[in-house]
């Protein structure tokens, strides 16, 4: 399989649906990303009543006066997920959510997307893995942020478990926002593939990183999805903003991402077919001794 790119919107959308909606639009045709992915929460499962009343800690990102309050303002509705879903379908690009709770995964199943993503901060909820396990026939994929190897080998053997290891796909992460590039710890990919390669569907990366360098190496190194977090502009209020592209890096990062993809292959045989004439033009031959004088 090629490279695959998810632009993640996440809650990039500051809650807007027309918004949503134009970052679907700018992220397949202009970046020509392979899938858009938004987020899914059940803030009332998640959250104990003192969190949902709390202050946001960050008072200046915030879209309520609770943090409960601000989370439920960046929620879609099923329904606005499946209006979502209709537009990314006519904008021929892939929809899909990350997950965060039993029934977040329970109504985003139903909408049948090619995937449903397991953020790093929930990979350990295994009744919402086992939920999906058991009714969603779709690809699963995992970020392993902040996750100890032991937790990782446990998220393996639960889906190998309910034969699903070849439905998932785990992708290499630091959880932070954003992340500098001496914590990227882009080599993980390399210890996840020889893990893991042979049991899950794939090995991808998910970068909370500033550029596009880092993804060009990850490719390299062996991972088939890239994820980015996308927005239409860096400078918007909220927490991800920062971390994200606008469209003109998420477009070079589709680009160069295929570009290296394709490069990443053994030459069929020993001198092709490009070199052939350049080599009767250029390649040093020894000559032949002159013939000695009569």
Same mark, same amino acid.
């Given at each position: 399989? /090629?490279?695959?790119? +998810?632009a993640?919107? /996440?809650?990039?959308?500051?809650?807007?649906?027309?918004?949503?909606?134009?970052?679907?639009q700018?992220a397949? *045709?202009y970046?020509?990303?392979?899938?858009?992915?938004f987020?899914?929460?059940?803030?009332?499962?998640?959250?104990?009543q003192?969190q949902?009343?709390?202050?946001h800690?960050?008072?200046?990102?915030s879209?309520?006066?609770?943090?409960?309050?601000?989370?439920?303002?960046?929620?879609?509705?099923?329904?606005q997920?499946?209006e979502?879903a209709?537009?990314?379908?006519?904008?021929?690009?892939?929809?899909?959510?990350? *997950?965060w709770?039993?029934?977040?995964?329970?109504?985003?199943?139903?909408?049948?997307? %090619?995937?449903?993503?397991?953020?790093s901060?929930?990979?350990?909820?295994f009744?919402? &893995?086992? =939920?999906?396990?058991? %009714?969603?026939?779709?690809? +699963?994929?995992?970020? =392993?942020?902040?996750?100890t190897?032991?937790?990782?080998?446990r998220?393996?053997?639960?889906?190998?478990d $309910?034969? $699903?290891?070849?439905?998932?796909?785990?992708?290499?992460?630091? %959880? /932070?926002?954003?992340v500098s590039?001496?914590?990227?710890?882009?080599?993980?990919?390399?210890?996840?593939?020889?893990?893991?390669?042979?049991?899950?569907?794939?090995i991808?990366?998910?970068g909370?990183?500033l550029?596009?360098?880092?993804?060009?190496?990850?490719i390299?190194?062996?991972a088939q999805?890239?994820?980015?977090?996308?927005?239409l502009?860096?400078?918007?209020?909220?927490?991800?903003?920062?971390a994200? &592209?606008e469209p003109?890096g998420?477009? @070079?990062? *589709?680009r160069?991402?295929?570009a290296?993809?394709?490069?990443?292959?053994?030459?069929p045989?020993e001198i092709l077919? *490009?070199e +052939?004439?350049?080599?009767?033009?250029l390649?040093w @031959?020894? $000559?032949?001794?002159?013939?000695?004088?009569?």
């Amino acid at each position: 399989m /090629g490279i695959k790119v +998810i632009a993640e919107v /996440g809650c990039n959308h500051k809650g807007d649906l027309q918004i949503a909606k134009e970052m679907i639009q700018v992220a397949a *045709v202009y970046a020509k990303a392979d899938v858009v992915k938004f987020q899914k929460r059940n803030n009332r499962e998640l959250l104990t009543q003192a969190q949902y009343e709390a202050p946001h800690p960050n008072p200046a990102n915030s879209y309520g006066e609770t943090y409960g309050a601000h989370r439920e303002f960046l929620e879609f509705s099923l329904e606005q997920h499946r209006e979502l879903a209709e537009e990314c379908r006519r904008n021929g690009i892939e929809y899909s959510t990350s *997950v965060w709770d039993t029934s977040s995964a329970s109504e985003i199943a139903s909408l049948n997307p %090619s995937l449903i993503k397991i953020p790093s901060a929930c990979n350990l909820h295994f009744e919402m &893995l086992g =939920l999906l396990a058991d %009714s969603y026939a779709g690809e +699963i994929h995992l970020s =392993l942020g902040m996750t100890t190897q032991e937790e990782e080998r446990r998220i393996v053997s639960f889906f190998k478990d $309910r034969g $699903r290891a070849g439905d998932v796909v785990l992708y290499a992460c630091t %959880s /932070g926002y954003p992340v500098s590039f001496d914590e990227l710890c882009l080599r993980e990919i390399t210890r996840l593939r020889e893990a893991f390669g042979e049991v899950v569907k794939a090995i991808g990366f998910s970068g909370h990183h500033l550029g596009i360098a880092a993804d060009m190496a990850a490719i390299a190194l062996g991972a088939q999805w890239v994820e980015r977090h996308f927005t239409l502009d860096r400078t918007w209020k909220g927490t991800d903003h920062a971390a994200s &592209l606008e469209p003109d890096g998420l477009r @070079r990062v *589709v680009r160069d991402a295929r570009a290296v993809s394709r490069s990443l292959t053994y030459k069929p045989q020993e001198i092709l077919e *490009v070199e +052939i004439a350049q080599r009767e033009k250029l390649k040093w @031959r020894p $000559r032949p001794a002159p013939a000695a004088a009569a």
